[in-house]
């Protein structure tokens, strides 16, 4: 059986624990997964050895990793010919997600979640299997003086913890373990089937 790949793209590291976590989920369910970092991919890499395609990127000022639009950019034949799911990682799905946040504040974050995925699925041409947005992180402890100042005031704005003295974690990890309990499917039919497809 062959492989999944998971492909992120992080500043502060938190979607690589996002990446890692699907990851162990496949491994968990007897599916071998590699995990890359997109800024490191290997010379030899060719999506032709994996089974499905996870590729993970972060947001920051509304853009996903460059890195991972190359990347896409790069490898569209191939992530077209197999199984995939494309994570976008945001604080702005932590406002979606937040129950306590008032109806207006999360519909106008799920709009903006989604103006952000059509972007890059635009940018790249790429039309993966499945597209889930995925809650992020406010990781103060890894920005420097003038980004914790700009984050603190954005959380502020969106209802998000402005205690600087610790990072705080949105993820919605069961979700992200469901996420891939349901893709494997998917990936026994690449499996058992003589011709790749979508």
Do not use: C
Request: charged share 25%; no cysteine.
């Amino acid at each position: 059986m062959k492989p999944v790949v998971v492909v992120y793209g992080t500043r502060e590291g938190h979607t690589r624990r996002i990446a890692e976590r699907v990851a162990d989920d496949f491994s968990a369910r007897g599916v071998k997964a590699d995990l890359i970092d997109a800024r490191k991919l290997p010379e030899n890499f060719s999506l032709e050895n994996y089974s499905a395609a996870i590729v993970a990127a972060s947001v920051h000022r509304q853009q996903h990793e460059g890195e991972i639009v190359d990347f896409v950019k790069r490898r569209l034949d191939e992530l077209q010919r197999i199984p995939s799911i494309f994570l976008s990682v945001s604080l702005t799905q932590a406002s979606v997600e937040d129950p306590a946040a008032p109806m207006a504040r999360r519909a106008q974050a799920s709009a903006d979640v989604q103006r952000m995925i059509d972007r890059f699925l635009a940018e790249t041409g790429w039309l993966p299997s499945k597209v889930k947005p995925v809650a992020g992180a406010l990781m103060y402890s890894k920005y420097n003086f003038i980004l914790r100042f700009i984050m603190k005031r954005i959380a502020a704005s969106a209802g998000g913890s402005t205690d600087t003295s610790r990072d705080h974690i949105y993820t919605n990890w069961a979700s992200l373990d469901q996420m891939a309990e349901e893709f494997l499917p998917a990936i026994a039919t690449v499996q058992s089937s003589p011709v790749q497809a979508r």
